[in-house]
């Protein structure tokens, strides 16, 4: 995939003499040294993420890990102590201050957690408020506000206030803003993690659904795993300002790299995540249903049991057969790591 952003030997450290705190940093104080000894904090240490183009990168971890601190250095919200920050071959940190206020209008949107709407204006008003920053005539702007307004389900709210629209509908304006200034960049900072469970999943499937359409370059902060595997393209995981970890959901699942991202790993319904063509075996010429390779197990797992020989041909693209799973495949795939060796007597 080709690389849309790419971030090269990031850190941050918050404190009044940051600039002589890097040689302490990089040669091993950690962050809890740095903030009892010698009062600054930690931020980013030594992140390196390429972010491909056209997908949804989610950065994820517990508070206080860097994830917030490291999407807003990609719109230079946040200056780096060292680093650089590279989008389409432009160095970000290099823009000249008209230069990024030009990126921040036409290049790169922002969802933020608590919303962040104008509650003076209406709906409409705030959808079409970077267009008017664009310098949009204002026909054109509430022509293409009305539309993504329509977009994300709040077609006839036009005219209501903040104020007036619950939390689910309060970031529904706040996607539809950001949509509307065509930016083929998006940064969306715990968007969703204010919302209750229920309106929380209705907004990852309407991201999910424009995505599908879109291809918008995303890179989405949480510190719900369940939420990361969900909606990720890809996953970078950081603790203490660090990566630990980055992949595919299924890489992270499968092969955690420690026993703290083994922690975090162990609780997720597996069979959300994984997909046939990850655990199928060679074709043996068994009989069953024919199933794409990019099928979720749990999706399969009934068509399987439903299936008189318990088995079932994965196909590709090009409806070729390029292998085969049982059913004990599939629930082994579906069990917790720490039982699968429970599974061996099915």
């Known amino acids: 995939m080709t690389t849309k952003i790419e971030i090269k030997s990031l850190y941050k450290i918050f404190g009044p003499d940051a600039a002589a705190m890097m040689e302490k940093v990089r040669s091993g104080t950690t962050k809890e040294q740095l903030n009892d000894e010698f009062n600054h904090v930690l931020g980013l240490n030594n992140i390196n993420l390429e972010i491909p183009d056209q997908g949804i990168q989610v950065v994820m971890g517990l508070s206080g890990s860097g994830k917030s601190t490291l999407i807003r250095h990609i719109n230079r919200l946040i200056e780096p102590t060292s680093g650089e920050v590279w989008i389409d071959g432009v160095n970000v940190l290099a823009m000249s201050d008209a230069e990024l206020r030009d990126f921040r209008r036409q290049r790169a949107s922002m969802v933020f957690q608590k919303f962040a709407l104008l509650p003076h204006r209406t709906v409409l008003e705030n959808t079409q408020y970077g267009l008017e920053i664009q310098g949009l005539a204002e026909k054109e702007a509430k022509k293409r506000a009305r539309h993504w307004i329509e977009r994300v389900g709040l077609a006839g709210y036009e005219e209501n206030y903040p104020g007036q629209l619950s939390g689910g509908m ?10 509307a200034t065509d930016a083929d960049i998006l940064l969306m900072d715990e968007a969703f993690s204010a919302l209750d469970p229920l309106i929380r999943t209705d907004m990852q499937n309407i991201l999910l659904d424009l995505q599908s359409e879109l291809h ?10 369940e939420e990361a595997l969900r909606i990720g393209d890809r996953i970078a995981i950081l603790r203490d300002g660090r990566v630990i970890q980055q992949g595919t959901p299924q890489q992270i699942v499968l092969k955690p790299k420690d026993d703290y991202i083994a922690d975090f790993t162990k609780d997720i319904n597996r069979g959300r995540v994984i997909r046939l063509k990850t655990i199928m075996k060679s074709d043996n010429g068994q009989q069953g249903p024919e199933l794409s390779g990019d099928m979720l197990v749990e999706d399969a797992a009934q068509l399987v049991t439903d299936s008189p020989s318990s088995h079932a041909r994965v196909m590709d693209g090009e409806g070729r057969c390029v292998g085969v799973v049982n059913i004990t495949d599939l629930i082994r795939a579906m069990a917790r790591p720490d039982i699968e060796s429970r599974i061996e007597d099915l």
């Open 170 to 179: 309060q970031q529904r304006v706040g996607l539809a803003r950001a949509l």
């Open 216 to 225: 918008k370059t995303i890179v989405f902060i949480t510190h719900d795993l």
